[in-house]
């Protein structure tokens, strides 16, 4: 890394940020490696700083990157709200009401707006006085029934009654950590509001740079409305520049993902990355004139900072955004441009600010995409050349998509469980046309005021995107678009990158010890690989699953599973978000599904791929593997239930038991399971009840999946 002073401190800052992540009790870590380092430090300079020819300090640079590892756990530890001792997360006495401001942009939901309220101050009785104001410190998210109500501002002061409850950790194995994901954002709490639940109090915004951003969001938005008739190209031109996909289409968003061009949809470091391609080509005949790379790097940040504006400052676009800047000025003062020290600038000034940037999966892709083109394509590129400058240009978009692809493949594997297979039909298609829209977007907006000429981009503006909607509809249709249901582990995934990274390097510098660094990865993620699929393979499981409000019941055998559940079949929404990892990581791609509800009639019972012994209204008795499956639908006395002497699995469904004595004669069982279709109150005083007359049960609610290996 010699040459690249900004890689080696994005070095030691992230690993301060992961030292504090792993170990936040852990203070002793950075005041060692403090110590440590200005140490080190010290004794190199001074042992060196009389020479006029100094060699390689190796403790000299330990000691900085020991410095900077302790700078990084401090800023982590100062960035992470829990650590205030007023922050909502320490507060144990139930809270009233609350006083807090619209934070940020709210979004439009189906049924509800979705609101972030930084917190001013709370009402809450403490154990030695009354209920009183007291300052409260933490972001919660309001989710705002929509009916008779209009879209909330940002800057918006509101007075909320109730108490926002803390955001449920996953409940079900390889289930989207929601907790952690926000915990990253500093939001531990939510609350579902009726409109009687809040008062505006006041418009007061804590920003004024985010209040001109959402103001200007706004008016683009309203341009876009105007200057765009239908409603795809609409939904599809505001995820693009504003960020927002409330107008999107779902079939058309499932169309996106299957041809593997999903990134374009949200606002990101490839549209700045376009806007700066599609600038430096239009302005260059300006480097030629007297202070032309002046000027052309005025126009190019003017539109950059803009499109940063217009996107009401999204996160990923102020990254992009900086890193594009520094290069533009790096490039106007005639500075040595080295990619790889540029990115570890922007990378350190942005975790500087936000170290919890690092854990987001758009930051991660980002970085890896634009150190992969930049280190890897055009070697790609030059292995064939074309006289046709067109097939030439296709060529080089090819070669940026296949890099881009085989740098994100792992990473996007292990966050998304899917692949692409046509992305290299799809990719350039979405990136020329990407080039066209974007431009076209932007003197859309620019010049929309001008009578004719605004409606005339924004014809053209509407054309260009129907275009791209047509050519990824048509690739996302084709057969085995997406290679749904994989599964890498975090092992896996480094493995994969190591193979990746040798055989790269194998082919670009020909020696020949990466050779047998590529074999013996290779041969070490085949193991992994393999011991896994062994595994799953030889799976036999029995889950209750949390599905809220919901009966789930799997029976896994092998690479097969049935789902027993009373889930709708149209709501497959709760079933991606709660249970489709967790087959994905069990290696099934898709189980059989079984209505839990009980029909009577012999047609249902014909369907039924279990063989149910015996099924009524109030029970369902199943056998598996020689274990034995008891669901209570209700506890009813007019029914004589025929049971085994004792059963394996007791599931309690639909609030069936409401005091413990009701099992008395009728049921015996090894293990009871409460799933979530029972009521949450319900739940916890029949286990609070139980643990005083040492009864074990289980409930999904409060413990989690019930998982049964067998």
């Not at 968003?253 to 949809?265: D, E, K, Q, T």
């Not at 394996?648 to 099992?663: E, F, K, M, V």
Request: charged content about 15%.
């Amino acid at each position: 890394m010699k040459g690249h002073p900004f890689v080696r401190y994005a070095a030691g800052l992230i690993a301060g940020i992961i030292s504090y992540v792993q170990w936040p009790e852990g203070s002793v870590v950075p005041w060692l490696a403090l110590l440590v380092g200005v140490g080190l430090y010290g004794w190199g300079y001074g042992r060196w700083k009389k020479q006029t020819v100094k060699s390689i300090q190796i403790r000299q640079g330990i000691g900085g990157l020991l410095i900077l590892l302790a700078v990084g756990w401090a800023i982590t530890y100062q960035r992470t709200a829990s650590n205030r001792p007023d922050n909502i997360s320490h507060l144990r006495d139930t809270l009233q009401a609350y006083e807090g401001v619209v934070s940020v942009q709210p979004e439009e939901r189906a049924k509800t707006y979705r609101v972030e309220l930084e917190l001013n101050r709370g009402k809450w009785s403490a154990t030695d006085s009354l209920s009183r104001w007291r300052p409260l410190s933490g972001r919660v998210i309001v989710y705002l029934d929509k009916i008779g109500q209009t879209m909330p501002r940002y800057g918006e002061v509101w007075l909320v009654s109730g108490a926002p409850r803390p955001i449920d950790p996953p409940l079900n194995p390889g289930e989207f950590n929601y907790k952690q994901y926000l915990s990253y954002r500093n939001i531990y709490h939510q609350q579902y509001l009726r409109p009687f639940q809040r008062t505006i109090l006041t418009y007061d915004p804590p920003s004024f740079s985010t209040r001109l951003a959402t103001s200007v969001n706004r008016w683009a938005d309203s341009v876009f409305v105007s200057k765009i008739g239908s409603r795809a190209e609409y939904g599809i031109v505001n995820a693009m520049i504003l960020g927002i996909r409330d107008d999107l289409d779902t079939e058309l968003y499932r169309a996106y993902s299957a041809a593997g061009a999903v990134h374009v949809l949200s606002v990101s470091g490839l549209h700045v990355g376009i806007l700066f391609a599609v600038l430096t080509f239009l302005l260059s005949f300006l480097i030629r004139r007297p202070h032309g790379k002046i000027l052309m790097a005025g126009l190019q940040l003017t539109v950059l900072w803009f499109y940063a504006l217009v996107t009401g400052f999204s996160p990923p676009v102020i990254r992009s955004a900086g890193m594009f800047s520094l290069l533009i000025l790096a490039n106007t003062f005639g500075r040595q441009q080295q990619l790889a020290n540029t990115l570890g600038a922007s990378m350190f000034f942005i975790l500087c600010v936000d170290p919890y940037a690092l854990f987001s999966a758009g930051f991660q892709l980002s970085y890896l995409a634009v150190a992969g083109i930049g280190s890897w394509q055009s070697s790609l590129y030059q292995t064939f050349s074309f006289r046709n400058k067109w097939l030439n240009r296709v060529w080089e978009l090819t070669a940026v998509a296949l890099v881009a692809q085989l740098i994100t493949y792992p990473l996007g594997v292990f966050y998304f469980h899917q692949f692409p297979t046509y992305f290299l039909l799809a990719n350039p298609i979405v990136i020329v046309m990407s080039e066209l829209l974007l431009p076209l977007a932007m003197a859309t907006l620019a010049l929309s005021w001008v009578p004719y000429v605004g409606d005339w981009l924004g014809w053209l503006l509407q054309k260009t995107a129907w275009l791209l909607n047509y050519a990824v509809a048509q690739t996302g249709q084709l057969p085995g678009a997406v290679w749904d249901g994989l599964w890498l582990s975090p092992l896996a995934m480094l493995l994969t990158y190591s193979v990746i990274f040798c055989g790269v390097t194998m082919l670009i510098t020909r020696q020949r010890a990466y050779i047998w660094a590529t074999c013996v990865c290779a041969v070490v993620l085949s193991g992994v690989l393999l011991w896994g699929i062994y595994q799953q393979a030889t799976q036999q499981r029995l889950a209750i699953h949390f599905l809220p409000h919901r009966t789930a019941v799997s029976l896994t055998d092998g690479h097969s599973s049935t789902l027993l559940t009373d889930l709708d079949t149209t709501d497959t929404r709760s079933y991606d978000f709660y249970l489709k990892n967790t087959f994905g990581q069990w290696g099934i791609s898709k189980p059989k599904i079984v209505n839990a509800r009980y029909i009577n009639n012999e047609t249902s019972r014909i369907e039924n791929p279990l063989p149910a012994l015996f099924q009524t209204s109030d029970y369902t008795l199943w056998v598996w593997h020689t274990k034995t499956l008891l669901l209570v639908n209700r506890f009813s006395g007019r029914n004589r239930w025929k049971l085994p002497a004792v059963v394996d699995y007791l599931i309690i469904r639909r609030n069936a038991l409401q005091h413990w004595n009701q099992l008395n004669g009728r049921v015996v069982a090894r293990h009871i399971i409460f799933d979530d279709s029972n009521k949450t109150p319900l739940t916890d005083r029949l286990l609070q009840e139980a643990r005083q007359q040492h009864i074990s049960c289980y409930s999904v609610r409060q413990m989690g999946a019930y998982m049964a290996d067998l």
